[in-house]
């Protein structure tokens, strides 16, 4: 009659086999289901642990440098004045309107006459890297007017001098039938706000 | 009485080549005993740890959110900053592109010779800027031009009463005055007049220059 070799064990070892098969088993059930999670969890909670951390960190570096920021933006500010001064904002929804308005008093200085405005398509300026959301563009402003070359070499000089962002984008003095008067023809170019990037 | 010394062996086969004095049999038992031990100090290790990390983890948290408002003040003013440097440069640009012009032409009038006449003078207008990409029209415009210089040039009409005046003026526009302002002029055409202006005075050349000027570089 054949028997299992567990049969023929003495009823010591027997026990002892079947305890040590038991605690193995409870040992490898404990490693699956909670030690391997554990370690899972673990890994899962230090990472999101550095990330809050470094989080913090940025947080703390981004506080403290406060004053620095609040002087970098008073400093701006300041430097952007002159040109925020200067932008040519529209006057009842004309920018020749507005440009009439600022140099209509330099024109008449210089004996400038006949004067007439007329509103051109903004150009686009190069991009800055990065790209601002508000774009600035140049709005040029057509003014024909009639008068001597001195005089309109003298409102373009006032027009220099009084405003230092206005440019010169083109002109045309020529000749007319009266010798002593210039028909004259500027473009001048005022910063102004253009489209948003985004 | 002489008898026979009484032994008496209790050790199988198996054990009598083991070095071990305590039997498989108690050791196996042990040994799993202590491998469950070992795994449970483990898992409690780990989860002293986890409960460590996340306790620490609440508290960045809480940190996190104590500060979130002064944060996203300070975020925002930083963002603000970004914005305005960015439009400060794009602005600093168009200051660079900026040229003057009055003293140029004001010495221009001063240098004209007695026997010349003006009869135009032109600054012409920029060519239109190409946004759109002539490969495929279908995409939308760029948001800047891709070029930062903008060519000018000035082209001087008049007459004169002999050529020589034309090369004297030519020739001075070639002065200090003009200096970093004007290129070297080119005479793109040279005639005489048919008719003299008024009846018997001699006929005038009537003459058309152009001058390469300074350039508009939209860059900071």
């Known amino acids: ?198 | 009485m002489n008898t026979d010394p009484f032994h008496l062996n209790l050790l199988s086969e198996a054990e009598k080549m083991s070095s071990s004095p305590i039997r498989l049999r108690i050791m196996m038992p042990i040994l799993a005993l202590l491998a469950v031990a070992g795994i449970a100090i483990w898992w409690g290790t780990l989860t002293t740890q986890l409960l460590m990390t996340r306790a620490k983890c609440s508290s960045v948290r809480e940190e996190l959110a104590a500060k979130k408002s002064d944060h996203d003040a300070i975020v925002g003013s930083m963002n603000l900053a970004n914005e305005e440097a960015a439009q400060l440069q794009q602005l600093e640009m168009y200051r660079a592109g900026c040229v003057r012009w009055g003293e140029t032409f004001a010495a221009m009038a001063e240098s004209l010779p007695v026997k010349m006449q003006l009869v135009r003078l032109e600054m012409p207008e920029p060519p239109p800027q190409v946004l759109h990409d002539p490969k495929n029209p279908k995409k939308p415009p760029l948001l800047g031009p891709t070029n930062d210089t903008e060519q000018v040039s000035l082209v001087i009409t008049g007459r004169a009463a002999r050529d020589t005046t034309v090369v004297a003026f030519m020739e001075s526009l070639d002065g200090a005055a003009f200096t970093n302002r004007l290129g070297r002029a080119a005479v793109r055409s040279v005639q005489q007049e048919s008719q003299p202006a008024k009846r018997g005075e001699q006929r005038l050349l009537a003459f058309e220059l152009e001058c390469s000027a300074i350039g508009r570089r939209f860059a900071k």
């Open chain 1, 1 to 198: 009659m054949s028997s299992s070799p567990f049969q023929n064990m003495a009823p010591n070892a027997r026990r002892s086999f079947l305890v040590t098969f038991v605690l193995g088993a409870v040992a490898a059930c404990f490693y699956m289901f909670a030690v391997q999670p554990a370690e899972e969890m673990l890994t899962k909670a230090q990472k999101e642990y550095e990330m809050e951390e470094s989080r913090l960190r940025v947080v703390n570096a981004n506080l403290k440098g406060a004053p620095k920021n609040k002087a970098r933006l008073e400093q701006l500010a300041a430097d952007l004045k002159p040109f925020r001064d200067e932008m040519l904002e529209p006057l009842l929804g004309s920018y020749a309107m507005r440009a009439k308005s600022e140099l209509e008093a330099l024109a008449f200085g210089a004996g400038l006459s006949g004067l007439d405005y007329e509103e051109l398509p903004p150009r686009a300026l190069p991009l800055p890297r990065p790209m601002p959301v508000q774009l600035h563009a140049r709005r040029p402003v057509r003014i024909t007017a009639h008068g001597s070359y001195m005089g309109a070499i003298s409102f373009l000089m006032r027009v220099e001098k009084e405003h230092p962002l206005v440019a010169l984008q083109s002109l045309a003095i020529s000749t007319t039938t009266d010798p002593d008067v210039q028909q004259i023809s500027m473009v001048f170019e005022w910063p102004t706000k253009g489209r948003k990037s985004k």
